[in-house]
């Protein structure tokens, strides 16, 4: 089982639309998440943290729930510049402190 | 502020021969790591370096694999002898303490190709 697992779509949504992605994860140890976005052929970029409680970055709302060991991403009213791959990010603890990665979920919006 | 640079930007070679990359982080950033990003993945840690010392080097294949930061400041990344297998992107990322909740920050890539 992997230790990150996304949904790799792609997903093709509208301008305008909403779209929402989720990720689980296996170790219940883990200890920080993140979603990365990838733009194609160029290196990953900080999107946003995610809080136990949930947070928002403008038209991105991130969720997490410790319980049942999943993330989530919500994008409203998405734009063409939103097209890009998601990374699910997980930081384990027991001293690593380097990231470990979904295989990204691909997001395609259309005019 | 610079970023995370990394060269050469892209490299061919055949199986068996050897290759190396190089990254120079953020100017005061005592942590650097080397992922691989294989087509259609994730990128994958394989070694963590705090100033000049490894922290975490559990997933480099060592028969093949080595890599150095001497000074704690600049690091290259070598194979030797390469497998077609090796054919990906060559992440070096790079974060000021490499604390928790911290951000890391990557280079642009090298792109490699065996054949």
């Known amino acids: 089982r992997k230790e990150v697992e996304q949904d790799p779509g792609p997903f093709n949504v509208p301008e305008g639309a909403t779209v929402a992605f989720n990720c689980t994860y296996s170790?219940?140890?883990?200890?920080?998440f993140f979603w990365y976005r990838q733009d194609c052929r160029k290196e990953p970029k900080l999107l946003m943290s995610?809080?136990?409680s949930g947070n928002e970055d403008g038209r991105f709302t991130a969720q997490l729930n410790r319980a049942s060991q999943y993330i989530s991403l919500l994008i409203r009213d998405s734009k063409l510049s939103d097209s890009a791959t998601y990374l699910c990010?997980?930081?384990?603890?027991?001293?690593?402190?380097?990231?470990?990665f979904g295989s990204g979920t691909r997001l395609q919006v259309q005019p | 502020e610079a970023g995370v640079a990394q060269s050469p930007r892209y490299k061919i070679i055949e199986k068996r021969q050897s290759v190396a990359f190089w990254c120079n982080p953020i100017?005061?950033?005592?942590?650097l790591y080397w992922y691989q990003q294989i087509l259609g993945q994730g990128p994958k840690l394989l070694i963590q370096?705090?100033?000049?010392?490894?922290?975490?080097d559990s997933q480099l294949p060592k028969d093949r694999f080595s890599a150095e930061r001497l000074k704690g400041v600049d690091s290259t990344l070598k194979i030797q002898p390469a497998k077609l297998e090796d054919s990906a992107v060559y992440l070096c990322?790079?974060?000021?303490?490499?604390?928790?909740?911290?951000?890391?920050?990557f280079g642009p890539g090298t792109r490699l190709l065996v054949l």
């Open positions: 990322a790079s974060s000021y303490s490499g604390t928790a909740q911290e951000t890391q920050y």
């Open positions: 170790n219940s140890a883990s200890q920080s």
């Open positions: 995610v809080y136990s």
């Open positions: 990010v997980v930081r384990f603890r027991a001293g690593r402190r380097a990231l470990t």
């Open positions: 100017s005061g950033h005592a942590t």
């Open positions: 370096f705090q100033n000049n010392g490894v922290v975490d």
